[in-house]
T-cell receptor, first 117, second 113 residues
Framework: GAVVSQHPSRVICKSGTSVKIECRSL??????MFWYRQFPKQSLMLMAT?????????EQGVEKDKFLINHASLTLSTLTVTSAHPEDSSFYIC?????????????FGPGTRLLVL | QQPVQSPQAVILREGEDAVINCSSS?????VHWYRQKHGEAPVFLMI?????EQKGHEKISASFNEKKQQSSLYLTASQLSYSGTYFC??????????????FGQGTTLQVKP
C-alpha cells in the first residue's frame, strides 16, 4: 500500500517551453500533496502544499505563476513548470499524505528529473 | 528554520553501529525519518509523534525528545543496504497542523564490506 507514482520520470525540454509533471496516489486518497525540489547533493526544499479542490499554498520565494499546481482529485496533482529556463533543471519530487499506512506520513513519488537546455 | 543533522557524513564497516541526530530550533509536532539512495526518491522509515516516543523496525530505531526538540536515528549492526543519505523531516508547531515538513541537510552514510 501507499504507492505514489510520478510521470514522466525524466524530461528534457528547450528553454521557454512548459513541462507538466503528474503525481498520483495509486492505492489511497491523498488529502494533501506536497511538491519538493532537490538540487544535486542538497536537501529537499518544499515548494508548495496542494489540497484537493483548493488553491495551492506556496513557500516563500516560489513563484506561483511559474510553478502552476492543480489538485483536481484526491489521487492526482500536477505541477507545470512554465517558460522553463536552465536554472529550473532539478529533481522534482511529490509526496502524498493520506490515511494509508501511518497517519500523517508522507509517501514520496519516484521523482522527475528535469533538464532544461 | 531548517533542522540541523549531525554528523554530515559517516563511513562504517558492516556490522558497526551509527547514530544520526536531528536538532530543531522550533517546537515540533513530529519528526519523520527517510532514507534516499542516489538518484531515487526518499523512502519512509518511521514517524515519531510524541515526546519520549521510541520506535524501531529490524535494526533501525529512533527516539524523539520533544523538550529538547531533538530526534536520533539508531542504526545497529549496519548492512550494505543501509548506505544512502538519511533525512529528518520536522513538522514545526509554528506551521500549524498543515503536514508541512522541513528537511535537514541530510547525513550521508556509507557502509563498506
Amino acid at each position: 500500500g501507499a504507492v505514489v507514482s510520478q510521470h514522466p520520470s525524466r524530461v528534457i525540454c528547450k528553454s521557454g517551453t512548459s513541462v507538466k509533471i503528474e503525481c498520483r496516489s495509486l492505492d489511497f486518497q491523498a488529502t494533501t500533496m506536497f511538491w519538493y525540489r532537490q538540487f544535486p547533493k542538497q536537501s529537499l526544499m518544499l515548494m508548495a502544499t496542494s489540497n484537493e479542490g483548493s488553491k495551492a499554498t506556496y513557500e516563500q520565494g516560489v513563484e506561483k505563476d511559474k510553478f502552476l499546481i492543480n489538485h483536481a482529485s484526491l489521487t492526482l496533482s500536477t505541477l507545470t513548470v512554465t517558460s522553463a529556463h536552465p536554472e529550473d533543471s532539478s529533481f522534482y519530487i511529490c509526496s502524498a499524505e493520506g490515511l494509508a499506512g501511518e497517519k500523517e506520513t508522507q509517501y514520496f513519488g519516484p521523482g522527475t528529473r528535469l533538464l532544461v537546455l | 528554520q531548517q533542522p540541523v543533522q549531525s554528523p554530515q557524513a559517516v563511513i562504517l564497516r558492516e556490522g558497526e553501529d551509527a547514530v544520526i541526530n536531528c536538532s530543531s530550533s522550533k517546537a515540533l509536532y513530529s519528526v519523520h525519518w527517510y532514507r534516499q539512495k542516489h538518484g531515487e526518491a526518499p523512502v519512509f522509515l518511521m514517524i515519531l509523534l510524541k515526546g519520549g516516543e521510541q520506535k524501531g523496525h529490524e535494526k533501525i530505531s529512533a527516539s524523539f525528545n520533544e523538550k529538547k526538540q531533538q530526534s536520533s536515528l539508531y542504526l545497529t549492526a549496519s548492512q550494505l543496504s543501509y548506505s544512502g543519505t538519511y533525512f529528518c523531516g520536522t513538522a514545526p508547531k509554528s506551521s500549524g497542523n498543515t503536514g508541512k515538513l522541513i528537511f535537514g541537510q541530510g547525513t550521508t552514510l556509507q557502509v563498506k564490506p
